[in-house]
């Protein structure tokens, strides 16, 4: 665990700096971009020397990086916000759709998987053609005919907008079950191959038949010892569809108006707003190493032998 956790800390450094570098190309004037092209030369070189953007591109991250250890991540170029409290207002919006599309990821995924690789015959294909229909549809199109049938004309739900949990618990369920829902279509496809894969490889090996000669219950069997030993791919898998959320979340909240960090990251983007960028990156990498961290130590919790190797 210290070793992942110092190539966790690696990570976020060489990400961080290499960011940094590629935002602060030599062609990228702030100043001009706030000011507009009119502005007088002499009031874009003193807004530039006020931003610190004049200084050589070493100099601009490590000022940056010191202020983000102390969780200084700096103010919006564009609005003067400060990063981390916008950050902060839009952060419950995009965990409630990640936890929330993890859940229902995890839940299905491995009730897919277990009865395809316990049942086999019909149920197998079953949840095999079912995986790759989740694959081959392209997620754009599944939330666009989401929204339009269950939204639109239905209207069993709200097809833009957003209640924080804190206003109304149903209010909030509502405006977040279609996002869920959709971006759960593609995340459940791959997860439950891999978890009936896993279940299939488990129960082919010798220990499996040793114990059902002993006389022990099927579901005892499935429970204590297949799941377990079978866990890691799935979860490991899991872990990576939680991480790639991030990148769907960008469209989803587009299509339902979401004020999440998805959105930001597309205003702010296309501005250049540096300081807002780098403060969704340094939470967004920290974010990708927890998570993998809580992974290996959940396999590890119920796999002795990843704890021995």
């Not at 754009?140 to 989401?146: E, G, N, Q, R």
């Not at 299509?255 to 969704?280: E, H, K, N, Q």
Request: proline share 4%; hydrophobic share 55%; net charge positive.
């Amino acid at each position: 665990m210290l070793r992942r956790t110092g190539a966790g800390v690696l990570l976020v450094l060489v990400i961080s700096f290499v960011t940094y570098l590629l935002l602060s190309l030599p062609d990228n004037d702030v100043a001009r971009s706030l000011l507009g092209p009119d502005a007088p030369a002499e009031l874009v070189a003193a807004t530039n020397a006020e931003l610190g953007v004049d200084r050589p591109v070493l100099v601009q991250y490590a000022d940056w990086l010191a202020h983000a250890a102390r969780g200084d991540l700096g103010t919006s170029w564009f609005t003067s916000e400060n990063v981390g409290t916008a950050i902060a207002g839009r952060l419950p919006v995009t965990l409630s759709l990640m936890l929330g599309v993890t859940l229902v990821t995890a839940v299905v995924s491995f009730a897919l998987g277990i009865w395809a690789g316990v049942r086999r015959g019909a149920a197998d294909r079953l949840v095999q053609i079912l995986g790759v229909l989740g694959y081959a549809l392209p997620g754009f199109l599944v939330t666009l005919v989401i929204v339009l049938v269950f939204a639109v004309r239905l209207g069993w739900f709200p097809a833009i907008g957003y209640i924080p949990l804190t206003e109304s618990a149903g209010g909030w369920l509502s405006t977040v079950t279609l996002p869920i829902v959709s971006l759960s279509i593609g995340a459940v496809a791959g997860t439950s191959q891999q978890v009936r894969s896993a279940v299939i490889e488990v129960l082919r090996q010798d220990y499996v038949r040793t114990l059902r000669s002993r006389g022990l219950s099927r579901r005892s069997i499935l429970v204590k010892h297949v799941l377990r030993n079978a866990s890691a791919p799935a979860l490991t898998v899991l872990g990576m569809q939680f991480v790639g959320l991030l990148g769907g979340a960008v469209l989803v909240e587009q299509i339902f108006g979401l004020p999440g960090l998805g959105s930001m990251a597309v205003t702010y983007t296309t501005r250049g707003d540096i300081p807002v960028i780098m403060g969704m990156l340094m939470v967004t990498v920290v974010g990708v190493v927890l998570v993998n961290l809580a992974v290996d130590v959940a396999i590890g919790v119920l796999n002795p032998k990843a704890r021995r190797a």
